[in-house]
């Protein structure tokens, strides 16, 4: 069974940076979407991030500008960097692994930002 562990959530202060990954246990196939979800505190989980191969990649609205999502295949590692954070940010970051009828998650990381 594949594995996700997410690591790097810490607290930051406003404009702050983190960098978020995401190690899988398993071989994370080209075809394997990629992506980050993350859940703050009385809403709806949300997709921050996605990457559906090598160099195709979609992000929310609200972090466009901010936020890249990269993938290192040969290492089975999938990083979120986070720039310029805002309080809004604030939420549990999820990775997740898709391909077909198959999906996984991490047990998530916890991001906080504030002054």
């Known amino acids: 069974q594949v594995q996700l562990v997410e690591s790097g959530g810490d607290l930051v202060q406003p404009g702050g940076s983190l960098r978020l990954s995401c190690a899988a246990s398993?071989?994370?196939?080209?075809?394997?979407?990629m992506s980050w979800y993350r859940r703050a505190p009385g809403k709806e989980r949300e997709l921050v991030a996605a990457?559906?191969?090598?160099?195709?990649?979609n992000y929310a609205d609200s972090v466009k500008g901010r936020f890249t999502i990269s993938r290192d295949n040969a290492k089975n590692t999938v990083y979120l960097q986070m720039n310029n954070l805002k309080p809004e940010d604030t939420a549990v970051y999820y990775c997740?692994?898709?391909?077909?009828?198959?999906?996984?998650w991490g047990q998530g990381t916890q991001v906080t930002v504030s002054s």
């Open positions: 997740n692994a898709n391909r077909g009828v198959y999906t996984y």
């Open positions: 398993g071989t994370i196939y080209r075809l394997t979407t």
């Open positions: 990457s559906t191969s090598g160099s195709d990649t």
